[in-house]
């Protein structure tokens, strides 16, 4: 066992017994270096990372190159998910310098951490015009031996590079009409008409993309938006990059057909994609998308919930194969053999058409992934609903793909906020109870007796990192939507501690956000990313939550927080508008208002049911009924009931509509 075996991450234990000797990230590695006058190796991934699983297994657990690694490097393995900020900065520096990135990362560092030589999967053996590892091996520590002056320089000229890339776009003007134009031609031109999505392969579902389509669509009446979001949410859910069986969907797609998925199921892309769904079947009524959404948000709770009721981060891409060999969706592929040995010729034959299941495969070695066909036939349902529970039964017999359990914050955040609302939207309580089991761990564990967040957990444990700008925003953001589907005001007072803290550790004097707080460990750059990729980014995650706090609450000081956050969006939306679909939706709810709807009446009432299904970009929903109501929730305070009934209180722009009793009229104000 090296240093690994004390820690809590899964990643990290997965190599606690390499003959590499690993560190942590932390000091003691760096100044161990020192000692030895060595440079470190760092190596950065995930555990569902597939790349990260196979070079731990050509070289990590190699003898020979361990030795080899141990005697001229200090070797340093960090989770990115529990490290986001490591991960960003030398992932900057990755790309800055090759052009491209991903993991595993590997960069070899100064004692001083200052980055000097890039990669990222490296073989066995030259392979493809790629130096196997052993030659990048040897290569370093020749540099550092013998040409230690030309290290050393090219090491400062990189943390000066990165010095100098600072963002200040904030309380540069919030974006508007013009920026949104901008950004929604960007969209059309970059969208795939034949298969939905953008761009090429791989393809990744674009969820907060989509839900700016949606807020669009919902401010301005535009059907290409509407149209662009509903086609791209059908292509995904009938493609192989949902799960047919279990719900729930992988990382991305392989192809531009959504056909071949990288297996790995993530609990952000589920949660952000449940919502979405969710939100799409207020839109349109679709019972496709209401399906999904029930769907996925099942298999959250089913797969990925934790003994302490919290969500587990991810479930592997790798399992074991029939003949124990672990590679990637074996889990989840079939052939049409495979399935009649379940379900006999007759059903079998009836499931492959059914499912896409060909002699010839759409994966390897003759495998299938399940997908639905496009062509719009009669099915019988009920058959389809048998076949599926038998499938799904026999799949329950193969071997699982291994779980990282670690309870990550902001990703813990989403999950509240897609299962309270489909709970609300769908009449499952059932959820919304799993959504607030999850914010109970996360102010139990993750806030617990020093007031700040922690970014992960595992099994009730709270890690030892501290949380970055993701995590107050997107918890902010799961605690509002929680707040507005219970009517329970300590959680909108719980998102305010947790604004505040992006207010005064976060946010710099021009308004621009960092992703790491001000008392937080310095590394060779503070790190600030806004733009959107797998999640919304701490910036634009910090924006909307800030949006919606002043709305609940009239602060003036959140809401100008907001505003100055949003100048990224005006920056960068008319540029890259896939990149910030987040900060794009965020930008909706600004020029909608957004409204806050007030209900005077009980929790789960017609009213209250009403302005949550309320289409209105980014609209705020407080309820409560009784004198202690306005204590719960400012946006309470003196709305009485009319004539003894429930009434809703509708206001934007410090303009409010005359309360109204009728739910068909309250749905008119809110796009109902």
Known sequence: ?????????????????????????????????????????????????????????????????????????????????????????????????T???????????????????????????????????????????????????????????????LAGRSLAHGGEGVPGEAE??????????EYDEQHGGFGGAPKFPPSMAVEFL??????????????MAADTCSAMARGGIYDQLGGGFARYSVDREWVVPHFEKMLYDNALLCRVYAHLWRT???????????????????????????????????????????VEGAFYVWTPEQLRAVLGEEDGAFAAAHFGVTEEGTFEEGASVLQLSGEARPVDAGRVADVRARL?????????????????????????????????????????????????????????????????????????????????????????????????????????????????????????????????EKLIRRPQDPTDSATPAGWTAAAGALLSYAAYTGSEAHRTAAEGALGVVKALAPRAPRFIGWGLAV????LDGPREVAVA??????????????????????????????????LLVDRPLVGGEPTAYVCRHFVCDAPTTDAGELAGKLGG
């Open 587 to 590: 930008a909706e709810a600004l």
């Open 1 to 97: 066992m090296n240093r690994l075996a004390g820690v809590t991450s899964p990643y990290l234990l997965q190599h606690a017994d390499n003959p590499v000797d690993w560190w942590p990230w932390g000091p003691e590695a760096f100044e161990e270096a020192k000692r030895r006058d060595v440079p470190v190796l760092l190596s950065v991934g995930y555990s569902a990372c597939h790349w990260c699983h196979v070079m731990a297994h050509e070289s990590f657990e190699d003898e020979t190159v361990a030795a080899y690694l141990n005697e001229r490097f200090v070797a340093v393995k960090v989770d990115r998910e529990e490290r986001p900020d490591v991960d960003a900065v030398y992932m900057e520096a990755v790309q800055a310098a």
């Open 180 to 189: 949104i134009a901008q950004a929604l031609l960007g969209l059309t031109r």
């Open 392 to 520: 799904l039964a026999a799949r329950e017999e193969r071997p699982r793909p291994g779980r990282d359990d670690k309870v990550v914050a902001a990703w813990n955040g989403l999950a509240i906020a897609a299962l309270a609302e489909t709970g609300a939207y769908f009449d499952r309580p059932d959820l919304v109870e799993r959504a607030t089991e999850a914010a109970d761990l996360l102010v139990r564990v993750h806030l617990g007796e020093v007031a700040r967040l922690t970014r992960t957990s595992r099994d009730g444990r709270a890690g030892t990192n501290a949380g970055v700008l993701e995590d107050y925003g997107d918890v902010a953001e799961g605690f509002l939507a929680l707040a507005a589907v219970t009517g329970e005001g300590a959680w909108l007072e719980f998102a305010g501690f947790l604004l505040d803290i992006v207010l005064e550790q976060f946010t710099g004097e021009g308004g621009q956000l960092y992703d790491t707080a001000h008392d937080a």
């Open 99 to 161: 052009g491209h990135g991903g993991w595993p990362m590997t960069v070899f560092l100064t004692p001083d951490a200052e980055p000097f030589y890039f990669g990222t999967y490296f073989p066995p053996e030259p392979r493809h015009g790629s130096p196997s590892f052993q030659q990048v091996l040897e290569g370093v520590s020749a540099a550092w031996t013998d040409r230690r002056e030309e290290v050393a320089e090219v090491a400062g000229r990189i943390v000066a590079d």
């Open 284 to 326: 349109t009524g679709s019972a496709e998308a209401r399906r999904i959404a029930l769907e996925t948000a099942d298999f959250m709770v089913r797969e990925l919930r934790t003994a302490e009721g919290g969500f587990a981060s991810a479930l592997d891409a790798d399992s074991e194969d029939a003949d124990g060999k672990h």
């Open 214 to 227: 949606l807020r669009h669509y919902a401010r301005t009446g535009s059907e290409g938006a509407l149209q």
């Open 601 to 634: 009446g009980p929790v789960g009432g017609e009213l209250h049911r009403t302005a949550l299904l309320g289409r209105a970009p980014g609209a705020v929903v407080a309820v409560g009924e009784g004198p202690g109501a306005g204590a719960e929730f400012p």
